[in-house]
């Protein structure tokens, strides 16, 4: 098979390697934690404050592509592709996901965990 170029020279490319291989150092010093970048990167990960984003997130996560798909099936009008009706829609999707998420974590989720 014929394969691109450009896929060939960022294989091949030494500067490829040479990313490639410090990200792969990265990855293990954080998941290690021994090296300046993995004690940073776990102290402040593990601070108290990501516990309720963490809780929340992972509700975001499913409950987003349903607000989502009823946010734009409800539109009257044609979005417009500027900036500012961009990050008006995306503000409105990640604030009712998250509010959706919260509410689904008081009613459901935390009397369920309670149980267990």
């Not at 021994?34 to 601070?47: C, D, E, M, Q, T």
């Not at 592509?65 to 961009?86: C, E, H, N, W």
Request: proline share 6%; charged share 10%; hydrophobic share 55%.
């Amino acid at each position: 098979q014929d394969v691109p170029i450009m896929a060939v020279s960022v294989l091949v490319h030494p500067g490829g390697i040479l990313m490639g291989l410090c990200i792969t150092f990265m990855v293990l010093d954080i998941d290690k934690s021994i090296g300046p970048i993995g004690k940073a990167f776990n102290a402040v990960f593990s601070l108290g404050f990501w516990a309720p984003i963490a809780e929340l997130s992972y509700l975001a996560y499913l409950l987003h592509p349903m607000v989502m798909q009823k946010a734009y099936s409800t539109v009257l009008s044609p979005i417009r592709s500027d900036g500012v009706s961009f990050i008006g829609y995306a503000t409105f999707n990640v604030v009712v996901t998250l509010l959706a998420a919260l509410v689904l974590h008081v009613l459901v989720d935390s009397p369920l965990q309670a149980l267990l």
